[in-house]
């Protein structure tokens, strides 16, 4: 079972340049999500989606683009990298609101440096 | 939107012992929360969810406590392992489901021997 897959683990970036996160889930959920991580600041929402097509934006989306073009994949764009943007990024996943639970289901992380 | 967040950064517990962990929300419309682990270098675990129609919920070797009137919720460990070392984050919401989920800053468990 992979359940939520983030590629890659580990990227550094100079400042300006962009960058895609790829996130894949093999579960059939239809929310996916994106939150970054920081020291002391605990898990941001970054954007999220409630199904193919839709997107919304969370608590930090400046920045950062998404689209949804599948069920399964939700990749996270950096257009203009800055070194603000320097974070641990979480991709994770739910089943369809209807569904009436919170628990998401997490990737293990990308580790994002801006230089 | 909701805000919640914990009392204290790092709480350290005997192996063994019960441990308590505590956070705090402001909206009062927030009637769904739920808890978090988070081991080192990994992504957050579910591990107990409650409503807002209930006081308390139970699971395994954990309960989840809440209090409407102070907007205040805790997870009880019962037991503490070595295991249960990690990042304890809190997160609530109105209404069901998991879109726009607000987490608090987390609170780090350290089991000593």
């Known amino acids: 079972n992979a359940g939520v897959t983030q590629t890659p683990k580990f990227q550094v970036l100079k400042t300006g340049q962009s960058m895609t996160l790829q996130c894949a889930q093999d579960?059939?959920?239809?929310?996916m999500s994106w939150y970054r991580q920081d020291p002391g600041m605990g898990l941001r929402l970054i954007h999220y989606s409630v199904g193919a097509g839709i997107t919304d934006q969370g608590e930090v989306p400046n920045g950062y683009n998404v689209s949804r073009s599948t069920t399964e994949d939700f990749p996270l764009r950096l257009l203009s990298a800055a070194p603000s943007q320097t974070s641990v990024y979480f991709c994770?996943?739910?089943?369809?609101?209807?569904?009436?639970?919170?628990?998401?289901?997490f990737g293990e992380g990308s580790r994002l440096t801006v230089l | 939107g909701e805000s919640v967040g914990l009392h204290l950064p790092t709480l350290s517990v005997q192996e063994g012992d019960n441990s308590i962990i505590n956070c705090a929300y402001s909206?009062?419309?927030?009637?769904?929360f739920i808890w978090y682990k988070q081991e080192s270098g990994k992504g957050p675990q579910f591990i107990i969810d409650i409503r807002s129609n209930m006081d308390k919920r139970q699971g395994q070797r954990v309960t989840v406590l809440l209090n409407k009137t102070v907007k205040h919720l805790s997870l009880q460990i019962a037991a503490t392992q070595p295991g249960d070392s990690a990042v304890y984050f809190c997160?609530?919401?109105?209404?069901?489901?998991?879109?726009?989920?607000?987490f608090g800053k987390g609170t780090h468990l350290i089991i000593q021997p």
């Open positions: 909206n009062s419309a927030s009637d769904y």
């Open positions: 994770a996943s739910s089943r369809h609101r209807a569904a009436n639970t919170g628990e998401l289901f």
């Open positions: 997160a609530g919401k109105s209404g069901g489901g998991a879109d726009g989920l607000t």
């Open positions: 579960m059939n959920h239809e929310y």
